[in-house]
């Protein structure tokens, strides 16, 4: 299984904008950081995207990198292969964590 984002993963649109919060309540950590799950990423904005005909602002559900067999509190957990859309471009990840440790 490729690794997971915690809340100390970068995720980012391709033109340089950062998403954020990249906050989790969830239970499941890897190196002391709780994990990123699908049902939070309708909260994330971005800011600073490089796209100025329409720069992203929000992020759509997941078109890839979501586990199908980890979940936590029912809600899958986002892998290292995790995409998305923007509001115009696509949104990927980096910084995946392995070790796993529950809480």
């Not at 906050?23 to 799950?37: E, F, I, Q, R």
């Not at 994330?44 to 509190?73: D, E, F, H, I, R």
């Amino acid at each position: 299984m490729p690794g997971v984002l915690t809340t100390s993963s970068s995720v980012s649109c391709v033109q340089g904008g950062k998403v954020s919060p990249l906050t989790s309540s969830a239970k499941l950590k890897v190196g002391g950081d709780a994990v990123l799950l699908k049902n939070q990423v309708s909260s994330w904005t971005v800011t600073g995207c490089g796209n100025t005909n329409s720069p992203c602002a929000t992020v759509s559900a997941p078109t890839a990198g979501v586990s199908t067999k980890l979940k936590v509190q029912g809600s899958p957990v986002l892998l290292a292969s995790f995409m998305a859309t923007g509001t115009a471009d696509p949104i990927t990840a980096s910084g995946a964590a392995t070790k796993l440790t529950t809480s």
